[in-house]
């Protein structure tokens, strides 16, 4: 849009124009917050405001500067800033739903299907945030198997391929780690 | 709109387009937003095929090739850009500001009251009743909501009271959370 810091007071209706601006290339390249998602400056209104800093001093140093800079000017030269605009009734807070803690753990077990055949039972891939299908579709192709979402967080692979998961799920999915995987051995169905 | 929205639950069928209705869409959007001309084909290439995914409460998200909401509309109401498409492309939809004030119950939600709008902070183009306007605020460069207005702008100027923009989607709020769909 216009440039970074934009006077409000002088260019409002410059700013507010439909049209496209002169030296802006589209689509505008957004910068969002990782733990709110929202755009950084929309950051401070987020109720977990510090740990939005946290995420932005780790992954956007430059932009936590300026954030840091921005503030302390806003300190220096006024604090008053509530004090001049009027206030509103109610409270108006966002609430964050509270994530559900849930031990990130997969499990894995082997269960029979009549005499001599069996299948391999994963749950628990959900808590990482992996889309179920994907990985059903992925464990198929790599097994050369029969594989498919069976419940709300669990895939039935054909076939008993559990050692070799240990191996495959941290290759695929960088952010689980081998520890995380629990072993069930065999499992009644 | 959107507050109560979720992926998983709300999205009821999604349904591939007919090249015909996608040109109608096309040139609807075009309609409503005359300025979107020069980059409608980043947004909505012509050889892609857009999906249509019905939600809850009678509304419709237009996805694209690649399975993100690009547009949304209520029952028969116009098409409107979800927040990630208008951070992109952010001029071609008629903005109005709201005073830092306003922020907080916005980002919750809220409607935007009139005298959010005309309070010193604030700042409003000229706009017809049921624009769909973009709702940008005080010191801040990107939008935080999308909404029609209930009023006109100048009505709003005259009365100063109740509600002046009806909110339909903003940050944070379940369409924004939602990933693209496959």
New interface residues.
């Given amino acids: 849009m216009t440039n970074e810091n934009i006077s409000v007071s002088t260019n409002v209706a410059e700013r507010l124009k439909v049209g496209i601006r002169e030296g802006v290339t589209y689509p505008i390249v957004m910068k969002y917050c990782g733990h709110c998602t929202m755009p950084i400056e929309y950051c401070e209104y987020y109720p977990e405001y510090e740990k939005c800093k946290e995420w932005l001093e780790r992954n956007m140093p430059d932009d936590f500067e300026r954030l840091k800079i921005e503030e302390e000017q806003a300190a220096a030269d006024g604090t008053d800033d509530d004090k001049k605009r009027q206030k509103r009734g109610g409270k108006g807070l966002l609430r964050v739903k509270k994530k559900e803690d849930v031990p990130k753990r997969i499990c894995v077990s082997r269960a029979a299907r009549g005499k001599k055949k069996s299948v391999t039972v994963v749950t628990g891939l959900s808590t990482f945030d992996i889309d179920l299908k994907v990985a059903a579709k992925f464990f198929g192709t790599k097994f050369a198997c029969g594989s498919s979402v069976t419940g709300d967080d669990e895939i039935v692979i054909q076939g008993d391929v559990k050692d070799e998961l240990f191996d495959v799920i941290p290759d695929k999915w960088s952010e689980i780690d081998e520890d995380a995987i629990e072993d069930l051995g065999d499992q009644k169905r | 709109m959107f507050k109560k929205f979720e992926e998983k639950d709300s999205i009821s069928s999604i349904q591939q387009l007919k090249s015909s209705v996608q040109k109608g869409i096309r040139a609807k959007l075009l309609e409503a937003y005359p300025?979107l001309e020069?980059?409608i084909d980043?947004i909505l290439p012509k050889k892609d095929s857009y999906r249509i995914a019905k939600c809850h409460d009678h509304i419709e998200l237009l996805l694209n090739g690649a399975g993100e909401q690009v547009f949304f509309r209520h029952r028969d109401g116009p098409w409107m850009p979800t927040l990630?498409l208008l951070?992109?492309?952010?001029?071609?939809?008629?903005?109005?500001?709201v005073?830092?004030?306003?922020?907080?119950?916005v980002?919750?939600g809220?409607n935007v009251m009139c005298p959010g709008l005309t309070?010193p902070?604030a700042?409003m183009?000229p706009a017809e009743k049921n624009t769909v306007v973009a709702i940008?605020a005080?010191?801040?460069?990107?939008a935080?909501a999308i909404g029609l207005l209930t009023l006109s702008t100048e009505e709003i100027l005259a009365k100063n009271k109740g509600i002046g923009i009806e909110t339909y989607h903003f940050?944070?709020d379940g369409l924004?959370?939602s990933k693209p769909v496959?």
């Avoid at chain 2, 005073?99 to 119950?105: L, T």
Wanted: hydrophobic share 35%.
């Fill in positions: 300025k020069t980059h980043l990630r951070h992109k492309f952010p001029y071609f939809v008629t903005m109005e500001q005073d830092k004030g306003a922020i907080r119950f980002l919750s809220a309070s902070g700042c183009t940008m005080e010191g801040k460069e990107h935080l940050l944070n924004w959370k496959k």
